[in-house]
């Protein structure tokens, strides 16, 4: 994978020199923000992982940001937001997901913005809404933000997401193609926004599902089980299969209708749609036997298992990095 991501290197602006969740079953109850939170920094970026805020929504609301060492920041950097799931946080995220080792290794910047609400969430959809937070206005204030701190590659800013954060990130593919390059998902619960989800333009999208994962379903169901249980029927969203995930992008992105299927490991099927406009193509990774968990991540074995065959940060890194928003012409 290395060689490949470094192929690809000139089209986003990381690294001029490559030199340089969950924590356990207990942390699925955590509701409370970070901590680091309490005391966010000020003024020029730090390297490392640290905590930032901004003002939203006639609030203030926090973020973390990790900044390699070593790495120049007088050089446009590729950004890449990382969100976490239903009643976790952000350092949940950064354990669960790897994307600090990755950005070690290549010289791009991490995000991983914070929710609202308790047990801490995301307004992807309800009738998991944060009490109407808008999160698509805080998650373009952040990257406002981040913009000031230090120069971004503004074609190479990408969002991931796992559980809840996925199916916020699909929200914002909806709802911020004209600064998300590419997205990522890992077990979101996708549902539309209330006005549908009309991008402006084909978004290229990566997904990883888990055919065994325990809470959002493969082949889809009902957000009641993820929220409360005792909704009206008519309050309980649907979200769809994995494959009719797909699917759905495919047609938005106007891809060819029949994908490609191969079996890339013993546990892993990958199904790509091609022929998209602008190149927006649509991939997804079926886990064989897979929970609700982070291709490549630590072990959960409480929410079902965990491939090794590959790494949900690393192919969202090359999926990404392929993949920078068109020029404007």
């Not at 074609?155 to 199916?167: A, E, K, L, P, T």
């Not at 325990?214 to 029927?233: I, N």
Request: charged residues 15%; contains cysteine; negative net charge.
């Amino acid at each position: 994978m290395k060689t490949r991501v470094v192929r690809l290197l000139s089209g986003c602006g990381l690294l001029a020199g490559l030199g340089v969740c969950l924590l356990a079953a207990s942390t699925l109850l955590i509701s409370g923000g970070s901590t680091a939170c309490w005391h966010p920094a000020t003024g020029a970026p730090e390297t490392g992982l640290h905590a930032r805020a901004v003002s939203t929504g006639g609030q203030s609301r926090c973020y973390l940001l990790y900044i390699p060492a070593g790495i120049d920041l007088s050089q446009p950097r590729t950004v890449v937001f990382s969100l976490h799931g239903f009643a976790s946080r952000p350092e949940g995220q950064v354990f669960l997901s790897g994307w600090n080792d990755l950005a070690d290794r290549f010289g791009f910047v991490v995000v991983y913005p914070q929710g609202t609400s308790f047990p801490i969430r995301w307004n992807a959809a309800l009738p998991l809404a944060s009490g109407g937070a808008d999160d698509i206005q805080y998650l373009r204030n952040v990257l406002a933000d981040l913009t000031g701190l230090l120069p971004v590659d503004t074609r190479c800013v990408f969002m991931s997401g796992m559980s809840n954060g996925g199916g916020m990130t699909h929200r914002a593919a909806c709802e911020m193609a004209d600064q998300l390059a590419a997205v990522g998902d890992v077990a979101g619960p996708i549902v539309d926004p209330p006005s549908g989800c009309n991008p402006s333009r084909p978004v290229p999208v990566v997904a990883f599902y888990g055919t065994d994962d325990p809470l959002v379903h493969y082949q889809g169901g009902s957000l009641h089980a993820l929220a409360r249980r005792d909704q009206a029927a008519e309050d309980q969203a649907v979200y769809p299969g994995a494959e009719g995930w797909a699917a759905g992008w495919a047609a938005r992105n106007g891809c060819a209708p029949e994908p490609q299927r191969n079996e890339q490991a013993e546990d892993v099927t990958v199904t790509r749609y091609a022929g998209c406009r602008d190149q927006a193509d649509v991939v997804l990774y079926t886990i064989h036997a897979g929970g609700h968990t982070w291709p490549g991540g630590p072990d959960l074995p409480f929410l079902g298992g965990t491939t090794q065959s590959l790494s949900a940060s690393e192919g969202m890194l090359e999926f990404f990095l392929a993949h920078p928003l068109p020029s404007a012409e």
